[in-house]
Structure formats: C-alpha cells, structure tokens
C-alpha cells in the first residue's frame, strides 16, 4: 500500500518536471566543455542561465533541444530523452537560437505555415493559430515580404511566434533580445510571464540581466562548464548576484 | 594604393591558409583529389586528340588544315564557355549580398582598387581553368606535328592563353555589368537576358563552327580548291583574331600577337576604369532597389499568399520549401539557366558534327560512348550543384529544422523526392535525344540504360551529401559541391557512368543481354541500396 501511495507521489512529481538533466556532460576534441550537470525544472517558472563568454551556455541549451548530443548523461524534457525519443521530447517545446535566420527566401508568413506543418498541425489549426498569435507584434507591413529583408528584431520576432504556434508547455531561448527595439522587448517579456502564467516553463540564456531580473524566477550561472550559481532572483537583485558568483569563483 | 591591392590578395592568401588549417589532412586528401580529377580529364583530352590529329596527320595538308580547324574550334568554344560564366559570376556578385564588398566600401579604398582585385581573382581562376583545358589539345597538336615540344612553343601557349584570359575577363564582365544596370530593379528579368544571350550566342558559334559552306568540302577536288573553301571559313579568314592565336601556335611569334597584346592590355584598362568610375554608386543603388522592388508588390504578395496556402495543406512541407528556394535564389536560377544553355549548346553541336561523322560506321561505337559519357557529365553537373547540397544547405537553419518534432528520415526522403523531380528534364531529354542519332535502328536499350544510370547517379548523390554534410559552408553550394564528399560523389558518379558504359560497349559488341541486364542492374544499382540502407540508419549523428 505505502509503495503505491509513494510511487504515485514519484509520478506527480516526475509531472510536474520540466526539464531534467542528470549527469550531463559534453567534450569537444577532448576538452570538457560541461562539467556533470544536474537540473530539475519544475513547469510554471521562467529560468535564466548567465555567464561570461565561453562558459558553455549555448551548448548546454543546443544540448537541451537536441541539436547536439551530451557526450555523458541524459537530458528529458517531460520525461522523453532528448537523444533516445527525439520526436516526442522535440514535440513539447519551441526554440530559438542566438542567431534566429532561417530560409531567407520564405516570407514570414510561409515560414510559420511551414512551422505548423512540421510540427504536424491541421490546416485549419495553422490558420488559427497563426491569426491568433500575428497580433502580438506589429508586423503586418513585413509579413509578406522574403525574410531576406527583415532586421535582425523582425527576425527574433517572427522566431518568437514560430516557436509558439503550436502551443508548446516549454521555450528554449538562446538570447531572447538582441535587436529587439524596447517596446518589443516589453512585448516579448510579458509574452513569457503569459506563457508562465499557463503553467509554460521557459529557459533563456542571456547577457542581458535587466531584462533576466525583471522576468526571470531563477537564475543560473555558469562559468567554465559548470553552474557555480542557482539561486531564486528577488527584483534588482540580479546583479550584485552575478559579480559575487564570479568573484567568489 | 598599391599596397591596398597586395593587401587584399595577401588577406586571400591567409584566408586560404586558414581553410587548410582546419582539418588539414582531409583538405590535403581533397586538393590532392582534384589534381587527380583534372590529371585525368587532361589525360583523357589529350588521349583522344593525339588519336584524332595522328590520323589527319596521315592524310597530308588537307588533315593539317582540318586539324588546325578542329583547335581552332575548341579555341574558340573554350572562349565563348569562359565569357558566358565570367557573365554569370559578375551578375551574382551585383545581385547578391555581399558581405566582403559590403564592408569594403565602408573602407577608405579606392574603387579601382576593389574592382582590380575582383578582376584579378576572376582572372586567375579563369586561366588556370583554360590552362586546364587547352592545354592537353594543344600539347596533343604539339607532338603530333612537331614531334617535340620546346620552350619557345611552351611560351606561346603561355602568351596565348593570357591573351584569351584577358579578353575574356573582360568582356564577360562588361556584359555581366551592363544587364546588371539595364535590368537592375528585376533578378528575373536579368537572368532571363542572360538565358537568352546564352542561347543566341551559344547558336552563333555553332553557325560559325559549322557554317553552310562547310558542306563544300565534300566536293572538293584538290588541295588548292581545298584551301580557298578553308580560307572563306569564318574560322578560317586570316583577318579574324582567333586565327592569329591559332597561327602563332602553329607559325610562331610574329606582330599579329604584339597588336592582341597591346589590344587585350588596352581593353582591360578601360573594364576596370569603366567598372570602377561608378562602382560604389552602383552597388549601394542595387541594394536600394532590392529593398524596394520587394516591399511595393501586390502580386507577389498574393502569390506569397497561396503558397502560404500549399504549405498548410501539403505533406511534403520540406520539399516545398526547397522548390521555393531554387526558384527564388538567382543563384541557383542563373546556375540553372547556364547548365541548361551549355546542355542544349553542347547538344546542338553534338548532333551536327556526329551525323556528319557517322556516316562512316567505323565510329558508330564511339559516338554513342560520348554522347552516353556527355550526357551524364552535363547531368552529374546538374545534380551535383542542386541535389548534393540539399542536406548541407540546411545548416544555417539548422537550429529550427533539427529541433521539429520529425525524423531525419523524413527530411531525407523528401529531398530525395526533390532530387527526382529537378532531374525530371534529363529524364525527358533521354526519353527522344537517342532519335537523333539515325544510324540507331532500335533506341529502347539505349534509353533504358541511361535511365537506370541516371537514377542511379540521383541517388548516389544526394545519399552522398547526406552522409557527411558541410553545414559550414550552408550559404555556398559551389563550396559544398567541391569539398571532400562533393569529390566522393562525382568518384561514385564515374563509377557508375564507366560500369554502365562498358555494359553499352558489350550491348554494342556482342548483344549480350542476359549479361548486360544483370550488369547493369547488379553494379549500376545495387550499390546504391546498400548506401541508402547505409545513410537510413546512420543518420543520427548531425551535431551543431
């Protein structure tokens, strides 16, 4: 009976995480570039990992949705491994990467037909959603134009929404702001306290750590492969946060 | 300013020893790889002419004059080929974004400068490419009627192909650099003047190759009747000046060079001055247009709108995507247009020359043997340009389409589907182009062959490039084409084209059927399973 009871408070929890890494490693031409890390990521928080350049953030997150695979360990993403169960663990999240350029002879909005498509939407579904999520940023004007002639925030923003059509329960961002004017990045934060709000959970890496204090719940940081930081954020906290960590290192 | 340009090729240079920093091994494995490719087409070249002008050889002065008629052909075809691309290559650099030039501006360097280096590089790698292929004609010509080849004779082919060199850097880019101005608001508009010229001019040279009074040779009684039809020959009137480079070849050095010399010396001055004059005005009014031209279009946009449409309803998303990109890019339209330009030129001349040839059934072999090794040549072009890159392609993308919830499997099966559609052309052109060859009583077997060897060229190639994809290089199909398992790929090709071939020689020879299907079938294709099956379960290993 008390096995029952307790393998079913396991599962609950086991739900209730996001993100899990357990023992995660990645080596390039035999330099360690992560060192054995561990992280479980409840769902309903937005995550923030930080660190000076070369600290091994961009890999763990390529790690994290599968475009590179950890040399040790594993990765799950709502108890699918990244590496064995790619096409379940991919179907839950949407993500965008540091440099957002895709297929530039595609106009913005046949991009994110194509998304939906891949992401094995219904026809009508696409239309919907795509009606529903066009209105978050302004960009009727540039939506029929090849994105060879967007700006690098156009870009970040058509990313954005190509990340969201199909309702995912996790976002991945490497680098959430760069290019985006200020009004946008307002915009694009409270899109991710929205998507927290309906129980989303959301991991960027950034260098930006106002925008990482004002709508992060948890910082990360991470220097020379390993996270030597894990703390909750309390508002303007963030800063002196970050130089204590790498001071104290 | 002179330490600018050195500058810019010294920096070249560096780039050059930094890409062979990298891996060098396998870069080395690549570059040694090439020269083998090339020693082998010279070899190839060189085989077949000293046979050819050994035998007019044997038949006096009047094979003498065919055999100068014959160089002074590929002469003159090696031309317009070098105008036509260096055309092509001018049109890209001013249509496309071009990063390099883009920052060069912002430099304090004069234009000249930057348009002196572009015309330099472009000169370099075009003669060293027609060094690669007039060479072995001409050394072949060399030992065939002076038994010997000296330095002198090794200078004037030096000189000579300078001359060409010159002259065709600069006329291909003073023609790329006009259709470029006067088409400057449409890349459609551009390639398309650019297709046509290719077919027209391409139609000419064979008018002038093959001119009607060529036909009065066959009644021709005597050397001095002989000679008189040669010298009313377009390519045979001593005024023209491709006569002259022929005639230093084959006489020596006299003043007619010294004029092309000071002719191709003033000609490529006055590219570079009138290039450069409004370079800069030109290249920033490009970019302006390109903004404007694509953000005022109704139609586009409804067009954009109904393949926005195509992709929610279609099952093969991926397959659209890269249909859109190959009509979109001007690159790869003006790859397209050339490729099939040169195809239907090539052809054209092909037939003539081959139906005037077999009427002596000694040759009948050989001529199906070229056109079956030419036909797949101008295809393994085709594929290698279009289908190989198409994984590799992905790489700047690489961050959306690997993080989709679909298997590798499916990307690789929908762009093998679009390496079958784009090679649908060949398919047709094989289905009624053996009809022309009149002394083929039954074609179906030729046909056949050729379509096997064709499929199996489509699949080696795209499997090829899905196996080790250059993701690097994303940005450049050319660069993916000619990297190591570009080389891996047009190896499996020839592989392919010379089993397939010698089952076409046993066909010819001895009607062996039983042992040419299973041949055919067995080497030419089941090589290809075994690399499918091999690429289908090891495809996981893409990393980013």
Same mark, same amino acid.
């Given at each position: 009976?008390?096995?029952?009871?307790?393998?079913?408070?396991?599962?609950?929890?086991?739900?209730?995480?996001?993100?899990?890494?357990?023992?995660?490693?990645?080596?390039?031409?035999?330099?360690?570039?992560?060192?054995?890390?561990?992280?479980?990521?409840?769902?309903?928080?937005?995550?923030?990992?930080?660190?000076?350049?070369?600290?091994?953030?961009?890999?763990?997150?390529?790690?994290?949705?599968?475009?590179?695979?950890?040399?040790?360990?594993?990765?799950?993403?709502?108890?699918?491994?990244?590496?064995?169960?790619?096409?379940?663990?991919?179907?839950?999240?949407?993500?965008?990467?540091?440099?957002?350029?895709?297929?530039?002879?595609?106009?913005?909005?046949?991009?994110?037909?194509?998304?939906?498509?891949?992401?094995?939407?219904?026809?009508?579904?696409?239309?919907?959603?795509?009606?529903?999520?066009?209105?978050?940023?302004?960009?009727?004007?540039?939506?029929?134009?090849?994105?060879?002639?967007?700006?690098?925030?156009?870009?970040?923003?058509?990313?954005?929404?190509?990340?969201?059509?199909?309702?995912?329960?996790?976002?991945?961002?490497?680098?959430?702001?760069?290019?985006?004017?200020?009004?946008?990045?307002?915009?694009?934060?409270?899109?991710?306290?929205?998507?927290?709000?309906?129980?989303?959970?959301?991991?960027?890496?950034?260098?930006?750590?106002?925008?990482?204090?004002?709508?992060?719940?948890?910082?990360?940081?991470?220097?020379?492969?390993?996270?030597?930081?894990?703390?909750?954020?309390?508002?303007?906290?963030?800063?002196?946060?970050?130089?204590?960590?790498?001071?104290?290192? | 300013?002179?330490?600018?340009?050195?500058?810019?090729?010294?920096?070249?240079?560096?780039?050059?020893?930094?890409?062979?920093?990298?891996?060098?091994?396998?870069?080395?494995?690549?570059?040694?790889?090439?020269?083998?490719?090339?020693?082998?087409?010279?070899?190839?070249?060189?085989?077949?002419? $000293?046979?050819?002008?050994?035998?007019?050889?044997?038949?006096?002065?009047?094979?003498?004059?065919?055999?100068?008629?014959?160089?002074?052909?590929?002469?003159?075809?090696?031309?317009?080929?070098?105008?036509?691309?260096?055309?092509?290559?001018?049109?890209?650099?001013?249509?496309?974004?071009?990063?390099?030039?883009?920052?060069?501006?912002?430099?304090?360097?004069?234009?000249?400068?930057?348009?002196?280096?572009?015309?330099?590089?472009?000169?370099?790698?075009?003669?060293?490419?027609?060094?690669?292929?007039?060479?072995?004609?001409?050394?072949?010509?060399?030992?065939?009627?002076?038994?010997?080849?000296?330095?002198?004779?090794?200078?004037?082919?030096? @000189?000579?192909?300078?001359?060409?060199?010159?002259?065709?850097?600069?006329?291909?880019?003073?023609?790329?650099?006009?259709?470029?101005?006067?088409?400057?608001?449409?890349?459609?508009?551009?390639?398309?003047?650019?297709?046509?010229?290719?077919?027209?001019?391409?139609?000419?040279?064979?008018?002038?190759?093959?001119?009607?009074?060529?036909?009065?040779?066959?009644?021709?009684?005597?050397?001095?009747?002989?000679?008189?039809?040669?010298?009313?020959?377009?390519?045979? !009137?001593?005024?023209?000046?491709? !006569?002259?480079?022929?005639?230093?070849?084959?006489?020596?050095?006299?003043?007619?060079?010294?004029?092309?010399?000071?002719?191709?010396?003033?000609?490529?001055?006055?590219?570079?001055?009138?290039?450069?004059?409004?370079?800069?005005?030109?290249?920033?009014?490009?970019?302006?247009?390109?903004?404007?031209?694509?953000?005022?279009?109704?139609?586009?946009?409804? @067009?954009?709108?109904?393949?926005?449409?195509?992709?929610?309803? &279609?099952?093969?998303?991926?397959?659209?995507?890269?249909?859109?990109?190959?009509?979109?890019?001007?690159?790869?339209?003006?790859?397209?247009?050339?490729?099939?330009?040169?195809?239907?030129?090539?052809?054209?001349?092909?037939?003539?020359?081959?139906?005037?040839?077999?009427?002596?059934?000694?040759?009948?072999?050989?001529?199906?043997?070229?056109?079956?090794?030419?036909?797949?040549?101008?295809?393994?072009?085709?594929?290698?340009?279009?289908? $190989?890159?198409?994984?590799?392609?992905?790489?700047?993308?690489?961050?959306?389409?690997?993080?989709?919830?679909?298997?590798?499997?499916?990307?690789?099966?929908?762009?093998?589907?679009?390496?079958?559609?784009?090679?649908?052309?060949?398919?047709?052109?094989?289905?009624?182009?053996?009809? $022309?060859?009149?002394?083929?009583?039954?074609?179906?077997?030729?046909?056949?062959?050729?379509?096997?060897?064709?499929?199996?060229?489509?699949?080696? &190639?795209?499997?090829?490039?899905?196996?080790?994809?250059?993701?690097?290089?994303?940005?450049?199909?050319?660069?993916?084409?000619?990297?190591?398992?570009?080389?891996?790929?047009?190896?499996?090709?020839?592989?392919?084209?010379?089993?397939?071939?010698?089952?076409?020689?046993?066909?010819?020879?001895?009607?062996?059927? $039983?042992?040419?299907?299973?041949?055919?079938?067995?080497?030419?294709?089941?090589?290809?399973?075994?690399?499918?099956?091999?690429?289908?379960?090891?495809?996981?290993?893409?990393?980013?």
């Amino acid at each position: 009976m008390f096995f029952y009871y307790y393998a079913d408070i396991l599962y609950m929890m086991d739900k209730n995480i996001a993100i899990s890494l357990n023992g995660v490693s990645k080596k390039f031409n035999n330099k360690i570039i992560i060192h054995n890390t561990s992280l479980d990521l409840p769902r309903g928080k937005i995550f923030t990992m930080i660190g000076p350049n070369g600290a091994g953030k961009t890999t763990l997150i390529k790690m994290m949705v599968g475009l590179l695979t950890p040399t040790s360990g594993n990765i799950k993403i709502f108890g699918c491994d990244i590496v064995k169960e790619p096409i379940e663990a991919k179907k839950k999240f949407g993500f965008i990467s540091d440099d957002p350029s895709a297929y530039d002879y595609l106009s913005g909005l046949e991009f994110l037909a194509l998304t939906g498509k891949l992401r094995g939407m219904e026809e009508l579904h696409i239309s919907n959603r795509i009606r529903e999520i066009g209105d978050i940023f302004p960009l009727d004007d540039i939506l029929y134009q090849p994105m060879a002639y967007y700006s690098r925030g156009s870009r970040q923003k058509i990313a954005l929404l190509s990340a969201l059509i199909h309702n995912p329960k996790i976002l991945f961002i490497d680098e959430p702001i760069v290019g985006l004017d200020p009004a946008s990045i307002n915009i694009f934060g409270n899109i991710l306290l929205e998507f927290k709000k309906n129980e989303g959970t959301v991991f960027f890496v950034t260098h930006t750590l106002s925008f990482a204090d004002n709508f992060a719940d948890h910082v990360f940081i991470m220097n020379n492969g390993i996270i030597i930081k894990d703390q909750p954020i309390s508002k303007n906290s963030l800063d002196d946060i970050y130089m204590d960590a790498l001071n104290d290192k | 300013m002179i330490n600018s340009f050195i500058t810019l090729f010294r920096t070249d240079f560096k780039i050059i020893l930094f890409w062979l920093s990298k891996r060098p091994i396998s870069k080395i494995i690549v570059i040694i790889g090439f020269l083998l490719l090339f020693i082998l087409i010279d070899r190839i070249i060189y085989s077949s002419t $000293f046979i050819i002008f050994s035998f007019f050889k044997s038949t006096g002065v009047f094979g003498r004059l065919t055999a100068l008629y014959i160089l002074h052909t590929s002469i003159i075809m090696l031309i317009w080929f070098a105008i036509v691309s260096i055309m092509l290559t001018t049109i890209s650099r001013f249509l496309r974004i071009n990063s390099i030039i883009s920052f060069l501006i912002t430099l304090p360097i004069s234009p000249t400068i930057i348009v002196s280096w572009i015309f330099f590089k472009t000169f370099i790698m075009n003669i060293i490419l027609l060094f690669i292929f007039i060479m072995p004609i001409l050394i072949g010509y060399a030992n065939v009627f002076f038994e010997k080849i000296s330095f002198s004779f090794l200078s004037i082919i030096f @000189i000579v192909i300078s001359i060409i060199s010159f002259f065709t850097t600069s006329i291909g880019t003073i023609l790329g650099y006009i259709i470029v101005l006067l088409f400057k608001t449409s890349v459609k508009k551009s390639l398309m003047i650019y297709g046509i010229f290719l077919l027209i001019s391409g139609i000419t040279i064979i008018k002038l190759i093959y001119p009607s009074n060529i036909k009065l040779f066959d009644y021709t009684k005597g050397l001095p009747e002989f000679q008189k039809i040669f010298h009313s020959l377009p390519l045979g !009137y001593k005024l023209n000046p491709t !006569y002259w480079l022929i005639d230093s070849i084959v006489s020596g050095l006299d003043m007619r060079i010294f004029i092309l010399l000071f002719f191709v010396a003033i000609l490529t001055i006055f590219t570079i001055k009138m290039i450069s004059n409004r370079f800069i005005i030109v290249f920033q009014r490009l970019q302006e247009y390109r903004i404007v031209n694509n953000s005022n279009k109704e139609n586009r946009i409804k @067009i954009l709108i109904s393949l926005q449409e195509l992709f929610k309803i &279609t099952n093969y998303p991926i397959f659209l995507k890269d249909i859109i990109s190959i009509l979109r890019l001007s690159s790869e339209i003006g790859f397209a247009i050339f490729i099939a330009s040169l195809t239907i030129v090539f052809f054209i001349l092909n037939f003539v020359i081959s139906n005037k040839v077999s009427e002596s059934s000694l040759f009948h072999e050989q001529i199906i043997l070229f056109f079956f090794s030419s036909f797949m040549f101008f295809a393994t072009a085709y594929l290698l340009r279009f289908s $190989f890159p198409l994984i590799a392609r992905e790489g700047g993308s690489a961050w959306f389409i690997f993080t989709q919830p679909i298997s590798k499997n499916k990307i690789l099966k929908e762009k093998l589907i679009l390496s079958l559609i784009i090679s649908i052309p060949f398919f047709i052109l094989n289905l009624f182009i053996w009809e $022309f060859y009149k002394f083929i009583e039954n074609n179906i077997f030729f046909i056949i062959l050729t379509s096997i060897t064709l499929l199996s060229i489509v699949f080696s &190639t795209i499997i090829i490039g899905a196996i080790s994809p250059n993701f690097d290089e994303n940005k450049d199909a050319e660069r993916i084409s000619t990297s190591g398992p570009g080389l891996l790929s047009l190896a499996l090709n020839i592989i392919i084209v010379l089993i397939n071939g010698y089952v076409l020689h046993l066909f010819i020879n001895n009607q062996q059927l $039983f042992l040419i299907s299973f041949l055919s079938i067995f080497f030419g294709n089941a090589i290809i399973v075994l690399f499918i099956y091999f690429i289908f379960s090891k495809n996981n290993n893409y990393q980013f």
